[in-house]
């Protein structure tokens, strides 16, 4: 965290381009949010000292679904959010904003990068670990380069979603839940 404050203090100073961003809030501990739950693999709810709650949704990631109201839930997508869960139970998270990304998506959640308070950059993680996958939406984001070399780290490891057994492993869980079903 003291190298960031470090690099805000040091851009803020110095006036580096009004267009510069380091992140959408000051690096201090008071501007952290908290986080109130885990909606799914990529999408949290933070709150502030305020007691504002807003719902984030992570940029550049996709997570299997678990929420959707129209599909099933996907391979791996319970995984993702229990990652999540673990990585997010009890802490603080400070958040940046990709200006290229918009403030918010058609949801109505803010976009955004999540930081843990020892730097690392969630969204990164999830998909260096295979929770989850690069995703584009619209228009490239400033860590795509990083994030597509992240996934091709998992998959050439074989992590999470790229594994071979964990993807046989759904296929029959799916095919004894229908056998179940079928034969009562």
């Known amino acids: 965290m003291g190298l960031l404050v470090a690099l805000f203090t040091f851009v ?3 006036k ?12 201090l501990p008071d501007d952290y949010y908290r986080v109130l739950y885990v909606n ?6 933070v709150g502030d000292d305020n007691k ?20 099933a839930d996907e391979f ?16 603080r998270v ?13 949801y109505g959640r803010k976009l955004r990068y999540v930081y843990l308070d020892n730097g690392i950059n969630l969204n990164e993680w999830l998909v260096k670990n295979g929770f989850a996958y ?3 939406y619209a228009k490239p984001y400033r860590f795509l380069s990083i994030f597509k070399g992240a996934e091709d780290i998992a998959r050439k490891n074989k992590r999470g979603l790229w594994s071979d057994t964990g993807y ?9 839940d229908l056998f179940l079903k079928v034969n009562g």
Not at 17 to 26: L, P, Q, Y
Not at 76 to 91: I, R, S, W
Not at 97 to 105: H, K, N, P
Not at 168 to 176: A, E, G, N, P, R
């Open 12 to 14: 803020k100073f110095f």
């Open 16 to 27: 580096l381009g009004k267009d510069f961003k380091v992140i959408s809030k000051t690096i």
């Open 40 to 45: 799914d693999g990529d999408t949290i709810v």
């Open 52 to 71: 504002n709650e807003y719902k984030v949704r992570l940029i550049g990631v996709d997570t299997p679904e678990t929420v959707h109201p129209n599909k």
């Open 76 to 91: 791996f997508g319970d995984e993702a959010k229990t990652a999540m869960q673990q990585k997010l139970e009890g802490v």
């Open 94 to 106: 400070f958040l940046e904003r990709d200006v290229s990304q918009g403030e918010e998506d058609k």
């Open 134 to 136: 690069e995703y584009t």
């Open 168 to 176: 046989q492993d759904h296929l029959m869980d799916k095919f004894v």
